[in-house]
């Protein structure tokens, strides 16, 4: 995201001009569009294509790749830190999932509420996807939203009591994006 560059509502593949739809609600549509185990990927790529870009189009798994490589894929590459003396920091271990946008979707809306009087509800449709991706990680930490995420991140650590361990384990648990096998 530049600030300098308008955001994207058009764009050029193969020499033809396709207008795109990248309202956060309907990027929120296409993903819930993958997470659907009955359909092909072809399927898929077929009815994303016509969310975001309208009925008329032909849709082709080029354009799809074009589509979400350009404006949908969410990167969540850990960049390298270093220390004071500019010496690459050790890796952490890869990144677990934090946030899901279903699953967490009440959260989202109340720490938009909470962090900028945004009521999603009413920017349904207009509110680009790249608008809500940087409000959505530039939430303060007294949000719900941010607070469940350090909550799903937390691990033990020295100091700490077997109380206050135990206690975030159950939160942990509690707020747990991991689906839990029903014992019959």
């Avoid at 193969?14 to 993903?31: K, P």
């Avoid at 530039?138 to 650590?157: C, K, Y």
């Amino acid at each position: 995201m530049r600030l300098n560059d308008p955001l994207v509502t058009s764009f050029v593949f193969e020499e033809i001009e396709y207008q795109i739809d990248l309202s956060f609600d309907n990027v929120l549509d296409v993903f819930d569009v993958f997470d659907d185990e009955d359909l092909r990927t072809y399927e898929s790529a077929e009815i994303c294509l016509s969310l975001l870009l309208g009925d008329d189009v032909t849709p082709t798994l080029d354009l799809w790749n074009h589509v979400y490589s350009e404006f949908i894929h969410v990167d969540n590459k850990q960049s390298v830190e270093y220390d004071r003396k500019g010496n690459p920091m050790p890796v952490q271990k890869e990144n677990k999932k934090a946030v899901d946008y279903s699953k967490d979707a009440g959260y989202i809306y109340a720490s938009f509420r909470q962090a900028y009087n945004i009521n999603l509800y009413h920017e349904q449709g207009k509110l680009h996807w790249r608008e809500f991706e940087a409000l959505l990680n530039g939430l303060p930490s007294e949000t719900i939203l941010q607070r469940i995420v350090q909550i799903r991140l937390w691990e033990p650590s020295k100091g700490e009591t077997g109380e206050y361990k135990q206690a975030m384990l159950q939160m942990q648990k509690a707020y747990s994006l991991e689906e839990e096998e029903v014992e019959e």
